[in-house]
């Protein structure tokens, strides 16, 4: 059973950075696509990024194309969120996700296998 544990949420001023870790266990990471989702309060959880099992493809969410970068570490297992220009509506729980099925991911949440228990970020203005 794969595990997920994400970290390094947190409060942050608008223009401010933040980076987040999602660290996984308990399967092969090379035969994982992984993505990272968010979820607003009152609203549905969206797709934000997702990078392909050899780190070669990654895709981003149009809000947040050119400030975020998805990368992944095969020697420690991690997939990080490198989130740069903050605004206040990226405050949500972020989630890291991983795909067992397919080799690039998908942005359909419904499509992800496992899930970490997810991380606050909060931008204030």
């Known amino acids: 059973q794969v595990q997920l544990v994400e970290s390094g949420g947190g409060l942050v001023q608008a223009g401010g950075s933040l980076r987040l870790s999602c660290a996984t266990s308990?399967?092969?990471?090379?035969?994982?696509?992984m993505a990272w989702f968010r979820q607003a309060p009152g609203k549905e959880r969206e797709f934000v990024a997702r990078i392909s099992r050899s780190g070669n493809t990654v895709y981003y969410e149009d809000s947040v194309e050119g400030r975020f970068t998805i990368s992944r570490d095969g020697a420690k297992d991690t997939v990080d969120l490198q989130m740069n220009s903050l605004k206040p509506e990226d405050t949500a729980v972020y989630y890291c996700a991983a795909d067992g099925t397919r080799v690039y991911g998908s942005h359909d949440s419904y499509d992800y296998d496992y899930w970490g228990q997810g991380t606050q970020v909060t931008v204030s203005s």
């Open positions: 308990g399967g092969t990471f090379s035969r994982l696509a």
